[in-house]
């Protein structure tokens, strides 16, 4: 079959992190491995009452097509959304799409052409640069330190390699759990300005915030020349099964982004979106973010004593201040992915990091979640972990 396969299909890549997903749910594992929100902030019993009344009561809109921009008050209420993280928008200015992963293979099909440069940093998000490698794109990494992207590596490499896009997190990134500072995000806006290239800001954990002076106003604020490609979701503060994401560009590229979408999907699933512009426009979801937040808040406070207690001569990591991820680095050069079986068998699971860096580098990282596992099993695997380490 391989004859018969797309030049773009012969570099589609799989993920180097979802066979460790089969962990996720093996109760005699400890699992600090999966990306996902815990089930437990889900607001279930409520999603259930909206989606039988939304059936019943208005089945010719929640089981039809529906608009590709996505349902009129939903995208109003996104609007509101952005501006209250700074940015200048209006209903006209979404796209509904289905969960922000499509907004990003949207934005490869409509920005790249084979041989492209996209700026990633270093980690990044896995689920960007495999977006990024179906359109044959070629990724260059730049450095992070504890303010985020560091504008003199971000300078360089970019006068270097000519870049099209930068992809960004700069809110408690994924995988390193990062919070960008302001300065560094208009230093970022400046050097993309400088070279010319457009930056997609990715913000899926803006609203994870468990401390009180975390600085999340989006970069997009900043944004005079229509340079960023904002996206956004409710994934991780009501549930990733209702596939609701957004993004917010300059008009000329949301109208093409919109055409690609209608041959993607024609629309978002307009049940989901019911759902969710049912939940918001009755006024619950502040409410929703306070309690996850709560529930993560915990989590992480447990992790981070955890790490300290066991850690704090053999590594470093990165506060979780927000997010779902705190980032290890340890001190000698262990290569973490070599001592996943023995993890395994020890009980608990991680993910390396070397695959979160596109440069080959990171061995001696990983990425751990407190959003699954309660405080006790959170005490436990970390001890587990630093008995497994040599």
């Known amino acids: 079959m391989e004859k018969f396969l797309s030049r773009d299909a012969r570099n589609f890549r799989p993920s180097a992190i979802r066979a460790f997903a089969k962990l996720i749910n093996d109760p005699n594992i400890i699992s600090f491995a999966g990306g996902v929100p815990s ?5 279930a ?37 952005c501006r209250s993280r700074g940015i200048d928008c209006s209903a006209a200015d979404v796209l509904m799409t289905t969960g922000s992963q499509q907004a990003l293979d949207l934005i490869a099909h409509t920005l ?3 041989g492209d440069v996209v700026l990633v940093e270093l980690p990044t998000y896995i689920g960007g640069t495999s ?3 179906a359109r044959s794109a070629e990724l260059a990494g730049v450095a992070q330190d504890d303010e985020g992207i560091v504008p003199e590596s971000l300078a360089e490499v970019a006068a270097r390699v000519k870049p099209k896009l930068l992809y960004t997190i700069p809110n408690f990134q994924n995988p390193s759990g990062r919070l960008m500072t302001q300065q560094r ?3 970022v806006l400046r050097i993309a300005a400088e070279s010319d290239f457009l930056v997609i800001e990715d913000d899926p954990y803006g609203e994870l915030v468990y401390v009180r002076d975390a600085d999340t106003l989006a970069m997009k604020s900043r944004d005079d020349d229509h340079r960023v490609i904002y996206l ?5 503060v009501l549930a990733p099964g209702l596939r609701c994401g957004w993004i917010v560009a300059a008009p000329e590229l949301l109208a093409k982004l919109e055409i690609a979408k209608q041959a993607a999907d024609l629309c978002s699933g307009m049940l989901d979106q019911s759902i969710v512009d049912d939940f918001t426009a009755a006024g619950e979801l502040p409410a929703q973010i306070e309690k996850v937040r709560g529930f993560y808040r915990a989590k992480r406070a447990t992790m981070i004593e955890s790490l300290e207690e066991h850690f704090s001569t053999r590594a470093s990591w990165t506060p979780a201040d927000g997010g779902l991820f705190t980032f290890v680095s340890l001190n000698d050069d262990i290569d973490t992915a070599a001592l996943v079986p023995d993890a395994v068998a020890g009980g608990v699971a991680y993910i390396p990091g070397a695959p979160f860096f596109v440069d080959g580098s990171g061995r001696n990282t990983m990425r751990l979640t407190f959003a699954k596992e309660n405080d006790e099993r959170i005490r436990e695997g ?9």
């Open 39 to 43: 089930p437990e902030t889900f607001p």
């Open 382 to 390: 970390i001890g587990r972990l630093a008995g497994i380490l040599p």
């Open 185 to 187: 995000r208009a230093e």
């Open 131 to 133: 977006s990024f490698h």
């Open 232 to 236: 956004g979701s409710f994934s991780k």
């Open 45 to 81: 019993e409520r999603i259930a009452e909206i989606a039988s009344r939304v059936i019943r009561e208005n089945r010719a809109v929640a089981l039809q097509y529906g608009p590709t921009r996505g349902l009129p008050r939903l995208c109003d209420f996104v609007a509101g959304v």
């Open 112 to 114: 790249l052409d084979p």
